[in-house]
């Protein structure tokens, strides 16, 4: 699957799903474009990915979002495909004082981010007839914990609004998916807190809730972007991948 001189921006791509995909694109031949808040980690991934435009930003930001799309264009000078990955999660109970404070959080990262993203890149993606890959989870189909009803709400509507933005632009050749993974060993865990100890419980206990008995590795997600991005799958748009090892299954929900 050959991307030679295809221009592809990911956000979130500091560590986990979005590094590997990165990476994965820029061994193909792609020109990157790299998002993240954390520059040190942005710039560990950018030594893997060729020459890289590093874009250190906050996607909740819409200074920021707006400077993604106009240095990767002026860079590269057009846009072929757009992946969505930047997430957060965020725990909170409704009955919380903070409650709306953490949904707000959560929907401006995980859904704003991407309809402004996708609202600045697509005029360019049309141009190219490229196409769009969002980054969702399987708690867009199934509640996933206690209190996570903040992330749970934002995925859901990250992958509804997929399907609405796959119908309007289908006209224009452009292509518009998600891919709906379920756990899948990152610093997901770290980054809301966990230690290291708690993370390798949260793995092991994750594995036992898989029908395949495992957790997914961030390459595994990266190469079922590939693929839908690739032209192998020209003849899907709006749809949803799950890649979950059986999680859902175990929820009983498909």
């Given at each position: 699957?050959?991307?030679?001189?295809?221009?592809?921006?990911?956000?979130?791509?500091?560590?986990?799903?979005?590094?590997?995909?990165?990476?994965?694109?820029?061994?193909?031949?792609?020109?990157?474009?790299?998002?993240?808040?954390?520059?040190?980690?942005?710039?560990?991934?950018?030594?893997?990915?060729?020459?890289?435009?590093?874009?250190?930003?906050?996607?909740?930001?819409?200074?920021?979002?707006?400077?993604?799309?106009?240095?990767?264009?002026?860079?590269?000078?057009?846009?072929?495909?757009?992946?969505?990955?930047?997430?957060?999660?965020?725990?909170?109970?409704?009955?919380?004082?903070?409650?709306?404070?953490?949904?707000?959080?959560?929907?401006?990262?995980?859904?704003?981010?991407?309809?402004?993203?996708?609202?600045?890149a697509a005029p360019h993606i049309v141009k190219t007839k490229g196409n769009i890959i969002n980054i969702s989870s399987i708690a867009a189909y199934a509640i996933v914990g206690k209190e996570t009803f903040s992330y749970c709400t934002s995925k859901a509507a990250?992958?509804?609004?997929?399907?609405?933005?796959?119908?309007?632009?289908?006209?224009?050749?452009?292509?518009?998916?998600?891919?709906?993974?379920?756990?899948?060993?990152?610093?997901?865990?770290?980054?809301?807190?966990?230690?290291?100890?708690?993370?390798?419980?949260?793995?092991?206990?994750?594995?036992?809730?898989?029908?395949?008995?495992?957790?997914?590795?961030?390459?595994?997600?990266?190469?079922?972007?590939?693929?839908?991005?690739?032209?192998?799958?020209?003849?899907?748009?709006?749809?949803?991948?799950?890649?979950?090892?059986?999680?859902?299954?175990?929820?009983?929900?498909?």
């Open positions: 699957m050959s991307f030679q001189d295809k221009v592809v921006l990911v956000t979130g791509a500091s560590s986990g799903i979005g590094a590997a995909i990165a990476i994965k694109f820029a061994e193909e031949g792609a020109k990157v474009a790299i998002v993240g808040r954390k520059k040190q980690k942005l710039e560990e991934v950018a030594k893997k990915c060729g020459n890289p435009l590093v874009l250190v930003s906050d996607v909740s930001k819409d200074a920021d979002v707006k400077r993604i799309i106009s240095e990767t264009v002026r860079q590269f000078g057009k846009l072929d495909i757009l992946i969505n990955n930047a997430g957060i999660g965020g725990n909170v109970s409704i009955l919380a004082e903070n409650a709306m404070q953490t949904f707000d959080q959560v929907m401006a990262t995980n859904l704003r981010s991407v309809v402004y993203l996708t609202n600045l990250l992958d509804h609004f997929t399907r609405a933005v796959a119908q309007e632009l289908a006209e224009s050749g452009v292509r518009v998916n998600v891919i709906n993974p379920g756990p899948v060993v990152t610093d997901f865990v770290m980054n809301m807190g966990a230690t290291a100890e708690i993370q390798d419980a949260a793995w092991k206990h994750a594995a036992t809730m898989t029908a395949l008995k495992r957790v997914s590795v961030p390459e595994e997600i990266a190469d079922l972007v590939l693929f839908t991005a690739s032209d192998k799958a020209r003849a899907i748009t709006g749809s949803s991948f799950v890649s979950d090892n059986g999680s859902l299954l175990k929820f009983g929900t498909v």
